[in-house]
Each structure stands twice: as C-alpha cells, then as structure tokens.
C-alpha cells in the first residue's frame, strides 16, 4: 500500500511539474529560439537584453553546452527549484564555452550588464543527466591571430575544438572524429568535400557534419574565419 501510495505521489508530482513548466521557447520567444534539431542536438539561441529581467520559467534537464556569442557583462540567475538559490553569471568573452552536466533547472534571470548577452544552447538529447566527464567550466583565453585547429576540450563521449583562419584566403581541413556541429563566431565559409559551393555561416549560425567526409572550413575573402566544432566521436 505504502508503494502504490509512493508511486501515485511521484506521478502526481510529474504531473503537476509538467503543467506548470514553462517552455521558454513558447513563453519568452524574443529571448529563446530554437534555431537547429536533430536526433543528437537541439540548439537553441539566446538573448538577453541590457538590464532585462525575465520571469520564471524551464529548461530541458538534458547535457548542455553553452557557446557564448558576445562579450557580456554579469547576469543574474534566481533559481526557484527544490532547493532555491541564486547566483551571479560573471563577465564572459565572446568565444568561451562551457559544458553541463545536465539537471533540473527553473529559474528567473536579470541581466545586470549595460550590454546584451547572446549565447547558444547546444542541448546534447543522447546524453544522459548527470554523465559524468564531461563537466566543463572556464574562461580559458585563446589565440586569434593565426591560424589553428585547437583541441580545448576532450573526453570519450564528446570534443570541442576551435578553428581559426586568419589571411583573406585562408583555410583549414577537418575531418574524421565523429559526427559535429560548427559553430560560427564571424563569417565563416564550410564546404563539405560532397559539396559544389561553400556554406557562409554568421555569428551564431550552426552547420551539422556527419562526420563521414572532409570538410573546409575558410576565411573566402574575409579576414577571420572563427568557429567551435563540437565532436561526438561515441555516436
């Protein structure tokens, strides 16, 4: 009696949790947008204005990876879980990343800079919460003026490298690895070697290799071609 009772209790909680979550990309669609979806990923593009407050509302519990697209300043999270808590984002540089484990998360947001802060959320759907080794948080400086192919983070289940071209024709091969997603911080042009003509990518603009051919990744005219490549080398 006292486990039906326990298991009716759980599912009423479900319940109740998935009635009153709030879907940001439904509630707040000005500050979330999903901007890319496969098996593998859901990316969704975020933005918060200088000084902008929003109300309280839901993200999936899934492994993220936060790539962030601007400089911004410090922003505020409210959390309002079982545990409540609140915490200061610090000041980022466009370019950093980080990686989340996963978990359960509700909260308000401010953002307390004089600045907008715009990011993506790389949601990883074939992970599951709380995997281990994949934690990731830092602010580690990188180099723009070279050109690179640069591992800045590894593990079994997951990659992350960075790619730079410097020089108005420059460009770097990449291949092999696994299945990924690019990422682009500034005009980038990405041909796979299947491809007839190159793909320009903006600041924020993602591509999905499938990992089964070379790809060229160049500056075509542009002075810097900037770019994270997430790797899944285990799918």
């Not at 509302?57 to 410090?74: E, F, I, K, W």
């Not at 401010?110 to 759907?125: A, M, Q, T």
């Not at 990188?142 to 289940?157: I, Y």
């Not at 997951?158 to 071209?165: F, K, M, N, Q, T």
């Amino acid at each position: 009696m006292r486990r039906n009772a326990a298991i009716y209790a759980l599912s009423l909680f479900t319940c109740v949790a998935l009635l009153y979550a709030q879907d940001p990309t439904k509630t707040l669609p000005h500050n979330y947008r999903i901007t890319f979806e496969n098996n593998v990923v859901q990316v969704i593009r975020v933005r918060y204005e200088p000084h902008e407050k929003l109300p309280v509302h839901d993200h999936s519990a899934n492994p993220t990876v936060y790539v962030y697209l601007s400089d911004s300043g410090p922003v505020r999270l409210t959390h309002s879980e079982a545990r409540p808590f609140t915490l200061i984002r610090a000041p980022l540089k466009m370019g950093t990343f980080r990686v989340s484990p996963g978990r359960i998360e509700r909260h308000e947001i401010e953002n307390l800079g004089d600045i907008p802060s715009e990011f993506l959320r790389v949601e990883l759907k074939t992970f599951p919460i709380g995997v281990s080794g994949i934690e990731y948080r830092g602010n580690k400086p990188f180099d723009l003026s070279h050109s690179a192919v640069t591992t800045e983070f590894t593990s079994p289940r997951l990659s992350i490298e960075r790619i730079v071209c410097v020089g108005d024709n420059a460009s770097q091969a990449i291949s092999g690895a696994g299945p990924s997603l690019l990422v682009a911080f500034s005009p980038v042009f990405v041909r796979p070697s299947s491809a007839a003509d190159a793909t320009r990518l903006n600041t924020g603009d993602v591509y999905w290799l499938d990992g089964k051919q070379s790809t060229t990744v160049s500056t075509a005219g542009q002075p810097l071609a900037h770019a994270l490549r997430i790797i899944f080398p285990a799918i």
